[in-house]
């Protein structure tokens, strides 16, 4: 991956704060919002979620997920130029998790910790695919995203 | 459902312009970014892909889909109240398609029209879920969200 399209990468892991989350769901697929978090050099990502929430009942079944990340539509006049990336990985339950940074990215999203049907899962990447504009679609691999 | 949350529901569909696409990809989940298009009465979504791209070519092979919509980041304390709905369906490829009314939503994409490549699908919904807001989450049957 070349400088540039590392650049144009970070800027959109690092600007946004909510993703799509895809999952598999009785053999079809569901997508659901949720806020993630990076680790700095993109070799863990992190969702906070619900056990009651479909998409953790989809990744205790099966932790293959998708995780996509779109710049916010700024009402530019040709959506589709918007950049997006979607990392494709595994999806583990954690024991605890990155709270306090979840915190300090989230400060609102304090309630959740008190209830005990919320955890961290953390998504190792298996490879990602970054939409940088029209035609320019790069495949990365777990390797090269980690920065 | 009731009169506010069909009224949320319109103001979410008709407000936003593009979605995030799952499909099964290989039996793991992929989600991809795209524009989309709703019916009047929300009987079918429209979107227009190139075979070139992934979300097609998986729904060649499964036309299961989820087509998610999102209140766009506007930088909210929580970003975790934003709203989304999810609709799951079933794809099919159009022999022709709504190109007049895909054109006076989004001008910038006659392009598309001059390549071979691209095609419209109907994604007709069988039922959606939508979040309203923490804790507000309401099924929705594909009559129901025929309004």
Chains 1, 2 share one sequence.
Do not use: C
């Amino acid at each position: 991956m070349d400088s540039e399209t590392a650049g144009l990468l970070k800027k959109l892991i690092d600007g946004e704060r909510v993703a799509h989350l895809g999952t598999v769901r009785g053999g079809a697929p569901m997508v659901s919002m949720t806020l993630y978090m990076a680790e700095r050099d993109y070799s863990a990502f992190y969702v906070h979620v619900s056990r009651l929430a479909w998409h953790t009942q989809d990744m205790m079944q099966d932790g293959r997920v998708a995780l996509s990340i779109s710049e916010s539509d700024d009402r530019r006049a040709d959506p589709f130029t918007l950049m997006r990336v979607t990392i494709r990985g595994e999806a583990t339950q954690m024991i605890s998790g990155p709270k306090d940074a979840w915190l300090t990215r989230f400060p609102e999203q304090a309630i959740n910790f008190t209830l005990a049907d919320f955890s961290f899962w953390q998504i190792t990447p298996r490879d990602a695919r970054l939409v940088a504009g029209f035609g320019r679609i790069h495949n990365i691999s777990a390797a090269e995203l980690k920065q």
